[in-house]
């Protein structure tokens, strides 16, 4: 798609009566950036750059629209197609075991988790995948953003990927997000034991037709699940995930606890007052409760910490 892409650039300039350098200066980049477009080497084009090439070669939308095919070969095999479904979905239901979900990356926490891909080539193929992972995230901004369902384990913020710094900026981030109406973030505690979907991520996507796809993913391997039997499996294995992590609130004050450096497990709310406060939450109107925003539910019999 590379190569394609290339192709498509160099035949668009040629007939536009464009040199390389020209065709650099309108688009603000270096002669050999264009040249390395056209042979399909170097850095893949980021979309920014890809936009800037359709306007001044009158692509009519052209370059734009190849660009996600361009940049899919930044990644695994078995990760292009569950790409592609993410993009359409509707509602994502995703269960992290190991690092926040891409779509709530800060860019320097998604370069620290990038970089330590075994297989990574060069520092040009780790930039292309920290620009095409922070594109993908613009869905959420979009007036058509899908329903965003997060289960964390514990595991995610006690890791400081990327050093210290780097991870009170990733949890301030997903603080902000989970404050939006279409985001919802729950923590799954270490003291809830063991769980069906240890082995690593899993998530379950719901496409614009009503159907439903799910993926499991570990660090070298992938899987796209969609048999309608072993999706309903899978959006049990989920369901028993969200009844068993915190509500919405008290995983909030977990994030802000391990920002602030002081998060000690004796601090856990016990089972019982999980339950007390997810009943309340339940009861209260219009379901805000299951987003985490709004007004706090005011705490009764909570121990003190140390």
């Given at each position: 798609?590379?190569a394609?892409?290339?192709?498509r650039?160099?035949?668009?300039?040629?007939?536009?009566?464009?040199?390389?350098?020209?065709?650099?200066?309108?688009?603000h980049?270096?002669s050999?950036?264009?040249t390395?477009?056209?042979?399909?080497?170097?850095?893949?084009?980021?979309?920014?750059?890809?936009?800037?090439?359709d306007?001044?070669?009158?692509?009519?939308?052209?370059?734009?629209?190849?660009?996600p095919?361009?940049?899919?070969?930044?990644?695994?095999?078995?990760?292009?197609?569950?790409m592609?479904?993410?993009?359409?979905?509707?509602?994502?239901?995703?269960?992290?075991?190991?690092v926040?979900?891409?779509?709530l990356?800060?860019?320097d926490?998604?370069r620290?988790?990038l970089?330590?891909?075994?297989?990574?080539?060069?520092?040009?193929?780790?930039?292309?995948?920290?620009?095409?992972?922070?594109?993908?995230?613009?869905?959420?901004?979009?007036?058509?953003?899908?329903k965003?369902?997060?289960?964390?384990?514990?595991?995610?913020?006690?890791?400081?990927?990327?050093?210290?710094?780097?991870?009170?900026?990733?949890?301030?981030?997903?603080?902000?997000?989970?404050?939006?109406?279409?985001?919802?973030?729950?923590?799954?505690?270490?003291?809830?034991?063991?769980?069906?979907?240890?082995?690593g991520?899993?998530?379950?996507?719901?496409?614009?037709?009503?159907?439903e796809?799910?993926?499991?993913?570990?660090?070298?391997?992938?899987?796209?699940?969609e048999?309608?039997?072993l999706?309903?499996?899978?959006?049990?294995?989920y369901?028993?995930?969200?009844?068993?992590?915190?509500?919405?609130l008290?995983?909030?004050?977990?994030?802000?606890?391990?920002?602030?450096?002081?998060?000690?497990?004796?601090?856990?709310?016990s089972?019982?007052?999980?339950?007390?406060?997810?009943?309340?939450?339940?009861?209260?109107?219009?379901?805000?409760?299951?987003?985490?925003?709004?007004?706090?539910?005011?705490r009764?019999?909570?121990?003190p910490g140390?």
């Amino acid at each position: 798609m590379a190569a394609l892409f290339g192709s498509r650039v160099r035949r668009l300039r040629t007939a536009a009566g464009l040199t390389q350098a020209e065709l650099g200066d309108r688009t603000h980049v270096v002669s050999t950036r264009i040249t390395q477009i056209e042979r399909a080497s170097g850095a893949k084009p980021t979309l920014e750059l890809a936009r800037a090439l359709d306007a001044a070669l009158d692509a009519d939308n052209l370059l734009v629209e190849l660009w996600p095919y361009v940049y899919r070969e930044a990644f695994p095999d078995w990760s292009r197609r569950f790409m592609g479904y993410s993009e359409r979905a509707v509602s994502i239901c995703e269960y992290a075991a190991h690092v926040v979900p891409g779509l709530l990356q800060t860019e320097d926490y998604a370069r620290a988790v990038l970089s330590l891909d075994v297989l990574l080539n060069s520092e040009e193929q780790l930039e292309e995948r920290v620009t095409a992972r922070m594109e993908r995230q613009e869905r959420l901004s979009a007036p058509d953003c899908p329903k965003l369902w997060v289960i964390l384990d514990e595991a995610v913020l006690r890791r400081p990927i990327g050093g210290h710094a780097v991870m009170r900026n990733q949890l301030a981030r997903l603080l902000d997000a989970a404050a939006e109406r279409h985001t919802t973030v729950q923590v799954l505690p270490f003291d809830q034991g063991g769980h069906e979907a240890m082995g690593g991520s899993l998530t379950i996507l719901t496409l614009p037709d009503g159907s439903e796809v799910a993926y499991t993913e570990g660090s070298d391997y992938g899987q796209l699940i969609e048999e309608p039997a072993l999706i309903s499996r899978y959006k049990v294995i989920y369901d028993r995930l969200r009844a068993a992590a915190l509500p919405p609130l008290m995983s909030l004050d977990m994030m802000r606890s391990a920002m602030e450096g002081d998060y000690r497990g004796s601090n856990l709310p016990s089972r019982t007052e999980r339950r007390r406060v997810a009943q309340e939450q339940l009861q209260q109107p219009g379901g805000r409760q299951l987003r985490g925003g709004g007004r706090r539910t005011p705490r009764r019999g909570r121990r003190p910490g140390p």
